[in-house]
């Protein structure tokens, strides 16, 4: 029997999803009308209902990698449409965010759903989803619900207004984010990092404050950010603590130069001739100056003033 989802007009057009975020979105709402006639898929902590999707079952359906389905759902998070809980030995969960009810997106019946009062326990209807709450492949143990939540909130908030007030891509924030572990305070550090070189490189070639610096209007610098950011980032996991922050600043002035499209000064080495004689050892070769070499022939100067010839001849003849 073939099953068919709601693609809504609104998701279809959302230019911020691609295809596989869009799918994504389709198949939580569906799955959602059929939590909201089901007990065990209602939170009684956060007082709304939540869906399971494996990380496995969402491979399967949308013909992807693991890596690929981690990301959409990091991506639906991130833009606030979607909140996923972890839990000690149990699947993420996975809810409708309040930003997303508001919008003409999620059915009439999920909405009314989500407001309505805590559902009986005899609440019970065949559904499209498993009822098996053991622990996934996606779940992640943590110590503390409430604190988890937390950390992904001071994340996220971080992540979006960082994206608002700088213009950085989500990659380049993933990238931050994935070097940081999550820490909002070094997060912060690393974005100053690269702030003070950009402008130092802006500054030294007077050119601060013009388009071609702004993460905004220099489509270079903005989507080549991600790529380079995960280059440096690469090499300064191995690096001290304390000395990563002056490699990672130079290996940015280096990448903003070039993608000013500024001209990098060049050390020019001398070249310098060297040949072996028989005991192998490396001596330098110089040339001789033409009046120094046997088969010189000296050539008198026609252009001589005469009279200032004989004067010195006749002083040396004095002496």
């Avoid at 009062?117 to 065949?126: H, R, Y």
């Avoid at 996220?156 to 924030?173: N, P, R, Y």
């Avoid at 050119?207 to 440096?232: D, M, R, V, W």
């Avoid at 980032?233 to 290996?251: D, E, W």
């Amino acid at each position: 029997m073939n099953q068919f989802i709601q693609l809504d007009i609104n998701i279809l057009n959302n230019n911020d999803l691609n295809s596989d975020e869009k799918i994504t979105l389709s198949l939580i709402l569906d799955r959602m009308k059929s939590s909201i006639k089901r007990r065990s898929f209602y939170d009684d902590r956060r007082g709304d209902y939540y869906v399971v999707y494996p990380i496995q079952e969402l491979m399967d359906i949308l013909g992807v990698g693991k890596n690929t389905v981690i990301k959409v759902l990091k991506k639906l998070e991130y833009l606030g449409l979607i909140i996923k809980q972890r839990a000690f030995n149990q699947a993420t969960r996975i809810f409708i965010s309040s930003a997303m009810m508001a919008k003409n997106i999620v059915d009439e019946e999920i909405k009314k759903a989500s407001v309505n009062i805590k559902p009986s326990k005899s609440q019970k209807i065949n559904f499209n989803q498993k009822t098996n709450h053991k622990k996934h492949n996606n779940t992640v143990n943590t110590a503390s619900v409430a604190e988890s939540e937390s950390v992904v909130d001071k994340v996220k908030q971080w992540s979006q207004a960082t994206q608002q007030k700088l213009g950085l891509t989500f990659s380049s924030i993933q990238a931050i984010q994935k070097f940081c572990k999550n820490n909002v305070e070094k997060c912060k550090h690393v974005v100053r990092l690269i702030l003070n070189a950009r402008n130092a490189v802006a500054k030294q070639n007077q050119i601060a404050k013009s388009n071609l610096t702004q993460f905004e209007s220099n489509l270079n610098i903005k989507h080549g950010l991600a790529k380079q950011l995960e280059h440096i980032f690469s090499y300064a996991l191995n690096l001290p603590k304390s000395n990563y922050a002056g490699y990672v600043t130079n290996a940015l002035k280096t990448y903003f130069t070039q993608a000013f499209g500024l001209e990098t000064t060049q050390t020019v080495k001398p070249k310098i001739h060297q040949v072996k004689f028989n005991n192998g050892q490396k001596h330098i070769h110089e040339e001789l100056p033409e009046w120094a070499k046997d088969d010189y022939v000296y050539v008198p100067d026609k252009h001589v003033d005469l009279k200032k010839q004989a004067k010195l001849k006749a002083m040396l003849a004095d002496l």
